[in-house]
């Protein structure tokens, strides 16, 4: 961390500044994480595939803080279906949106939203491997930091950037649950590949934006002979109004219908 510290500039003088020397971006976001509080998020992504990128709409949201960690978000998604939909987790328990197509459709008269708790909710803020939310990864991959320089301004505060690449290893090294592909684990000829990174980070020490590019493996058991070995992604993670009050809370029980009541039919 001793590159990141010099580089954030120090106008204050005596013992403010001490304090605030002591800072750090992993610090900062975790003492962030306080009940009722949270963020607003905007997703955009890409992915190389069939020797082409692709992009989707944005994907817009918060996410709720409690004690030390990430309790809840409330994501829509443009992308999906022909009206988009929404995603809400609260723990373990997540909640979508959903609009009749036609009249096979298995949701019941009256309700909107289907509760699930599979796949399970992702509590993360994260751009691809670039964990925020996780202190290990987040200073494993400022330790990796090559490059800083002014970075504009987001979310009304002026930000350096920091930019850099980090390995699968050294990722997995923080993170030994860490994935990739279908199938593989980043270990053996995949442990070298990297993710190339860039933050924006306030004089608060905030991460205003995240933004990261990548490959992985393309090993899914069905891979058609002409789709490449890999595949390719850029995710780009913008934050704003870091403290805002956050309160998610479930949809309303009379709209509800738990998913597996659908599966029955």
Not at 52 to 76: H, N, Y
Not at 204 to 219: G, I
């Amino acid at each position: 961390m001793a590159v990141l510290l010099m580089a954030v500039p120090m106008v204050i003088v005596g013992p403010a500044a001490q304090a605030e020397a002591v800072l750090d971006p992993a610090d900062a976001i975790q003492r962030q994480f306080v009940p009722g509080h949270g963020v607003k998020i905007v997703e955009r992504s890409q992915m190389f595939m069939l020797g082409s990128w692709s992009s989707v709409k944005p994907v817009r949201g918060v996410v709720g803080f409690g004690k030390g960690k990430i309790v809840a978000t409330d994501m829509r998604d443009p992308n999906i279906g022909l009206r988009g939909t929404r995603n809400i987790c609260i723990g373990k328990q997540g909640y979508e949106w959903y609009v009749k197509q036609d009249p096979d459709d298995p949701l019941p008269p009256g309700k909107t939203w289907v509760a699930y708790d599979w796949p399970p909710c992702q509590l993360d803020l994260k751009s691809g491997h670039v964990s925020l939310r996780d202190p290990a990864t987040l200073k494993a991959v400022l330790a990796t930091t090559k490059d800083t320089r002014a970075g504009g301004v987001y979310d009304g505060v002026r930000t350096t950037l920091y930019q850099g690449t980090i390995t699968f290893a050294q990722l997995r090294k923080v993170n030994p649950d860490m994935s990739i592909g279908f199938r593989s684990k980043p270990t053996g000829k995949y442990a070298g590949w990297k993710v190339s990174w860039r933050l924006w980070i306030g004089g608060d020490q905030l991460v205003r934006r995240a933004w990261s590019t990548w490959r992985e493996p393309n090993d899914a058991r069905n891979r058609a002979p002409y789709e490449e070995p890999y595949v390719g992604f850029v995710e780009d993670l913008r934050l704003s109004d870091w403290g805002m009050k956050v309160h998610i809370k479930p949809p309303p029980a009379e709209e509800t219908v738990p998913v597996e009541e659908l599966l029955d039919d």
